[in-house]
């Protein structure tokens, strides 16, 4: 926190009158000030009371932004050594140094643990291997994100390569200044291929293994459905939803051509209209929702909260959609006053399935902060072999990468009384993070979801 402490920032808007030397100037960050003075004067910032200040103000507040993204890369980068050595120090291998460091900084930043990846690696390049580009970010001349294009389009070349490609670009010396996003990919790309062309073409080649399908939440109970494709693979299916919505629109079929393609994708990819026979949907409401017609919003599993109207209508076959649906109908019960579900527990090494049900029900999501990735696990909080039972109360959903996390030394994890199954998460720094499971329809709970508990003991 160097850069920031030998500094002085004044973010109070300027005074009508003259400032009296010696005199404390609101809202401004004096030499050997903490990030918590920082963030204090922020808040206390004055708004400028005409239109000119206040432009200045906030171009002012972006520069601040862009010096605080450098300032937070170096520090990333001080918190991994600081871990390698700790865990070299321990004994651990040189391949296995480094685990769950990306997970600390996201936590750290209230991001995902896959963000907290790229966050660490976009923090490794800009310091070690791209200077001007972080310089650039210092001074605010790029911003987090652009910086973040630049990282990526190099990301293929050496470490030799894509320090004479910062050198060859020097955003800090205004190359970008009024420039967009494409006009900096382009500038980045070309710069790339000039430097090693060969690695360009075969990152190119082999993107194809990227291949995948990803579905997330949008609104108004709909979601975006995103396949990542080879061009001509992708150009293909396009090709032939065209064609299909085309012969349908002609034949004077009422839908819109949009419609027409999003119907045959469902069709082809299912095998049914509507896409949801014979799958198990896994929706959460009250009985009170589902036979009284009451207000409360329901869960669907997987997307969120849905409106209560809907939710029953998917229960009855959605007779606008035209589809016919089997409907199976699981009794989830709530403890009152809690709104913890109520299931049996095993003594069993494994989950059964009915209680994985119940932990997926429960949880939703992955139960580590800032971490929305779908279930992939159903996990022991504590251990299994530290004599963790096969409870509810022991349980948690997890994704893959935050379940590895989790059993990498120095990672403790432990139930905690209180409702929605509190979950508090210890790193090896001794930082506590704790999660509680989302709020099932009908309860009205109130508290905060994530919190963040002082060190227990000074990091190292």
Not at 134 to 155: C, H, I, M, P, S
Not at 231 to 259: F, K, M, N, P, Y
Request: glycine share 10%; with cysteine; aromatic share 4%.
């Amino acid at each position: 926190m160097d850069g920031i402490q030998e500094s002085r920032i004044t973010l109070a808007a300027a005074s009508d009158g003259p400032v009296v030397p010696g005199a404390a100037v609101p809202g401004a960050v004096v030499p050997g000030a903490s990030v918590q003075d920082l963030v204090a004067a922020v808040r206390s910032l004055q708004l400028s009371s005409d239109t000119d200040g206040l432009i200045g103000q906030l171009s002012g507040l972006e520069d601040l932004k862009s010096a605080i993204s450098g300032v937070q890369a170096r520090a990333t980068v001080a918190v991994d050594a600081s871990q390698r050595q700790s865990q070299a120090n321990a004994g651990i291998p040189a391949a296995e140094q480094g685990q769950g460091v990306a997970a600390q900084i996201a936590l750290a930043r209230r991001e995902s643990p896959a963000r907290g990846s790229r966050l660490l690696g976009l923090a490794k390049a800009l310091v070690t291997e791209m200077p001007h580009t972080l310089a650039a970010l210092d001074t605010g001349q790029l911003n987090e994100w652009r910086a973040t294009l630049l990282v990526k389009e190099t990301a293929c070349l050496s470490a030799a390569d894509r320090c004479a490609v910062d050198d060859e670009l020097a955003a800090d010396t205004g190359t970008f200044a009024g420039a967009g996003d494409r006009a900096i990919i382009a500038a980045a790309r070309a710069a790339s291929y000039r430097r090693d062309p060969r690695s360009v073409t075969q990152r190119a080649s082999h993107a194809a293994a990227e291949r995948h399908v990803s579905l997330r939440p949008a609104p108004d109970t709909m979601t975006y459905l995103t396949a990542l494709l080879p061009i001509s693979e992708g150009v293909a299916v396009h090709a032939a939803l065209s064609r299909h919505a085309d012969t349908l629109h002609s034949d004077g079929d009422a839908r819109s051509r949009g419609q027409i393609m999003a119907d045959a994708l469902v069709e082809r990819t299912t095998g049914a209209p509507g896409g949801v026979t014979g799958v198990e949907i896994q929706l959460i409401m009250t009985d009170r929702t589902l036979f009284q017609g009451d207000s409360e919003p329901a869960r669907l599993n997987g997307y969120g909260t849905v409106p209560a109207g809907w939710a029953r209508r998917l229960t009855t076959g959605m007779p606008d959609s035209g589809a016919e649906l089997k409907i199976w109908l699981r009794r989830l019960y709530t403890a009152p006053g809690t709104g913890d579900l109520i299931a049996m527990d095993s003594r069993a090494r494994l989950f059964p399935a009915r209680l994985r049900r119940f932990i997926q029900a429960r949880d939703d999501t992955c139960r580590t902060p800032s971490c929305d990735a779908p279930i992939r696990h159903h996990d022991h909080v504590v251990p299994w072999h530290d004599g963790g039972t096969t409870t509810l109360g022991n349980s948690a959903g997890l994704c893959e990468a935050c379940n590895h996390t989790k059993e990498t030394p120095g990672w403790i994890a432990r139930p905690r009384p209180g409702p929605r199954h509190p979950i508090e998460f210890t790193t090896p720094t001794g930082h506590s993070y704790c999660s509680t499971a989302p709020p099932l329809p009908g309860t009205r709970l109130a508290g905060v979801a994530v919190r963040q508990v002082a060190p227990a003991v000074p990091a190292a």
